[in-house]
């Protein structure tokens, strides 16, 4: 595993590559080159999320999330994309369904069938899958599946679709809190002919009581408001190894993985991802998002990994699992609780915004006016971090959760809190799923190296310009992901959703993952939080363009696929609403 500082940032890595025709071994790099961008003009909707790249008709489908809609750019020319049409996936909801549906959350396409999932206009009330023939763009069928249908993709065969079925509870008061599923679709088609079976999978056998409750891991994150632990998983992300027998599934607020035996469409197991120590030599952070300079150090904090995207890769026929670890909170769900439910759950009633809440920093809770909990139990013993105590120069400005710290931040069981447990990993990592082994972390490098090249302008938020605006909270925010096989290595690519940019390594050999580029097409003396619609020629756009901002998705095709015979990476950003395409060359030196 991978520890140690980047002291000095190389923003290329030259990697030895085959030999020449002369026998003799060559320096190589791979090299992403920006090519063309798709504008959407909608600034901080969700306009462009998750994208799949169509090899049949060169065409990307774009998932647009709050207009209901999936939208279709002809990639022939990377260069010069051009927006052909949009799926009004919505719109074929209501026709066939007679029901409302919400947002658009994911898009995936094999052989000619496009899946979209797509959430009811209730979030808690099943969603659907939506099939439609990417030639014609016809739509063929729609099947309900559980509430907040949030990621979907195909098998490596094609021969099935696999979907993460959130169950987000309701908004500010746990009112309803759907169960979190698993979706399987077995498919058949042939001939522009589709038939399906779906099997839904549930974790009800976890739950207390239930006969697989003992199986739970002990580090598993559960915090959710009375629920049961059915409830409480809240499946997010979806990747299938090479030979289509195992799906691995991000459970991001639980800090875990759930492994699914796809032949026999069961949960092997689920496989809780532990802590990041940021005291260990490489994991430092900046957590002061007000001292207006760069302060990367160790903090005695345990980060909690919480990945969105993943990916899996086999190397050496061993399966990996590559995860961008971004961080979720709760504090969204639970704002409207009482005092007495806030505090039974080992939140906190912020008694000087009347709410309940989660995230905490300890300068807040310093604050007698703000932080004095009635029930004394779920009161946080800071004594380690006051002054005189082992901690007493912790960062006061960093966001932990109160509810995990109460949980797992007593390492010595002595009632005292000896760790912060903070959201998200800052970084991605490779993980050794068999073994339920963490191989690889790429600790502190991606604070390191926006550092390095932005200085106290690094830890941006994604919709407006304020130096180290996120330091306080996940830093940078890796979230996008995707993995490639180029020239006999493997590469992760991994995007920033607030700094922006995209960090490529090298994970040929995954215990020792190398850096090789970081690119970002941002322009920070743009002020994107200026933004302002204009009409031009009767169509609303905004009026400032800062680059890409908030990368969400990420397509890799392969030379084979690709329109330029070299290949490409696609990149969809849902706050500047544009969809970026990548060249990516093989260059010797």
């Known amino acids: 595993m991978k520890l140690n500082l980047l002291s000095t940032v190389i923003l290329t890595t030259f990697l030895t590559a085959c030999s020449n025709d002369t026998g003799k071994h060559v320096e190589q790099q791979i090299q992403l080159t920006e090519q063309g961008r798709f504008h959407t003009y909608i600034f901080d909707q969700s306009a462009a999320e998750i994208v799949?790249?169509?090899?049949?008709?060169?065409?990307?489908?774009?998932?647009?999330?709050?207009?209901?809609?999936?939208?279709?750019?002809?990639?022939?020319?990377?260069?010069?994309?051009?927006?052909?049409?949009?799926?009004?996936?919505?719109?074929?909801?209501?026709?066939?369904?007679?029901a409302s549906a919400g947002a658009v959350n994911s898009v995936d396409i094999f052989n000619g069938l496009l899946a979209v999932a797509i959430a009811g206009q209730v979030k808690t009330d099943p969603g659907?899958?939506?099939?439609?023939?990417?030639?014609?763009?016809?739509?063929?069928?729609?099947?309900?599946?559980g509430a907040l249908p949030d990621m979907l993709t195909f098998t490596k065969t094609g021969e099935q679709l696999i979907v993460a079925i959130e169950g987000e509870p309701s908004a500010k008061n746990y009112a309803i809190d759907p169960l979190g599923e698993i979706a399987i679709f077995d498919i058949l088609w042939?001939?522009?002919?589709?038939?399906?079976?779906?099997?839904?999978?549930?974790?009800?056998?976890?739950?207390?009581?239930?006969?697989?409750?003992?199986?739970?891991?002990?580090?598993?994150?559960?915090?959710?408001?009375?629920?049961?632990?059915?409830?409480?998983?809240?499946?997010?992300?979806?990747?299938?190894?090479?030979?289509?027998?195992?799906a691995y599934i991000a459970l991001q607020e639980n800090n875990a993985i759930a492994v699914v035996d796809l032949k026999t469409k069961s949960i092997d197991k689920i496989m809780a991802l532990g802590?990041?120590?940021?005291?260990?030599?490489?994991?430092?952070?900046?957590?002061?998002?007000?001292?207006?300079?760069?302060?990367?150090?160790?903090?005695?904090?345990?980060?909690?990994?919480?990945?969105?995207?993943?990916?899996?890769?086999?190397?050496?026929?061993?399966?990996?699992?590559?995860?961008?670890?971004?961080?979720?909170?709760?504090?969204?769900?639970?704002?409207?609780?009482?005092?007495?439910?806030?505090?039974?759950?080992?939140?906190?009633?912020?008694?000087?915004?009347?709410?309940?809440?989660?995230?905490?920093?300890?300068?807040?809770?310093?604050?007698?006016?703000?932080?004095?909990?009635?029930?004394?139990?779920?009161?946080?013993?800071?004594?380690?971090?006051?002054?005189?105590?082992?901690?007493?120069?912790?960062?006061?400005?960093?966001?932990?959760s109160h509810s995990i710290s109460k949980q797992f931040g007593d390492l010595d069981n002595d009632g005292k809190l000896d760790r912060l447990l903070t959201f998200g990993g800052r970084s991605f990592s490779v993980w050794d799923i068999e073994n339920e082994s963490l191989i690889f972390d790429s600790g502190s490098d991606f604070?390191?190296?926006?550092?390095?090249?932005?200085?106290?302008?690094?830890?941006?938020?994604?919709?407006?310009?304020?130096?180290?605006?996120?330091?306080?909270?996940?830093?940078?925010?890796?979230?996008?992901?995707?993995?490639?096989?180029?020239?006999?290595?493997?590469?992760?690519f991994i995007g920033l959703e607030r700094m922006g940019g995209?960090?490529?390594?090298?994970i040929s050999q995954p215990e020792d993952a190398q850096f090789v580029q970081y690119l970002n097409n941002r322009q920070l003396d743009i002020d994107p939080g200026n933004n302002?619609?204009?009409?031009?020629?009767?169509?609303?756009?905004?009026?400032?363009?800062?680059?890409?901002?908030?990368?969400?998705?990420?397509?890799?095709?392969?030379?084979?696929?690709?329109?330029?015979?070299?290949p490409i990476l696609i990149v969809g950003n849902e706050v500047s609403g544009t969809t970026s395409f990548y060249r990516i060359d093989l260059i010797s030196k």
Not at 128 to 145: G, Q, R
Not at 209 to 215: D, I, K, Q, S, V
Not at 448 to 470: L, M, P, V, W
């Open 52 to 98: 799949t790249y169509d090899k049949i008709t060169r065409q990307t489908f774009v998932v647009n999330a709050q207009s209901g809609k999936v939208d279709i750019i002809d990639s022939a020319d990377i260069q010069h994309p051009l927006f052909v049409a949009s799926l009004d996936v919505a719109s074929d909801i209501k026709q066939h369904f007679n």
């Open 128 to 145: 659907w899958v939506v099939f439609y023939n990417s030639h014609d763009l016809s739509f063929i069928k729609a099947e309900y599946v």
């Open 190 to 246: 042939q001939n522009n002919k589709l038939t399906t079976q779906l099997t839904r999978l549930n974790f009800s056998d976890f739950n207390l009581g239930g006969p697989r409750f003992n199986e739970l891991p002990k580090q598993l994150v559960l915090n959710g408001h009375n629920a049961q632990i059915a409830q409480d998983i809240e499946p997010e992300y979806v990747a299938v190894n090479a030979n289509s027998s195992k």
């Open 275 to 400: 802590f990041k120590d940021h005291l260990l030599p490489g994991n430092e952070l900046d957590g002061n998002n007000k001292d207006k300079k760069v302060n990367i150090k160790n903090e005695p904090a345990l980060g909690l990994y919480q990945p969105d995207s993943i990916a899996a890769v086999t190397i050496n026929h061993i399966d990996y699992l590559i995860t961008a670890n971004e961080g979720d909170d709760r504090s969204d769900w639970i704002s409207d609780l009482s005092v007495a439910d806030c505090e039974a759950n080992d939140f906190y009633y912020n008694h000087e915004d009347k709410i309940c809440a989660d995230d905490i920093t300890l300068h807040d809770a310093s604050d007698s006016v703000l932080y004095r909990p009635e029930n004394v139990n779920s009161r946080l013993d800071l004594s380690h971090f006051q002054a005189g105590g082992q901690y007493q120069n912790a960062v006061q400005r960093i966001k932990f």
């Open 447 to 492: 604070e390191k190296i926006t550092a390095q090249k932005y200085g106290q302008k690094f830890n941006q938020t994604h919709n407006k310009s304020k130096n180290e605006d996120r330091s306080d909270n996940k830093g940078p925010e890796p979230e996008a992901l995707t993995v490639a096989v180029i020239a006999g290595k493997t590469y992760a």
């Open 502 to 506: 995209i960090m490529v390594y090298d």
């Open 532 to 566: 302002k619609n204009e009409n031009v020629n009767g169509i609303k756009k905004y009026n400032i363009d800062a680059g890409d901002l908030g990368p969400e998705g990420m397509k890799f095709v392969s030379a084979e696929d690709s329109p330029t015979k070299a």
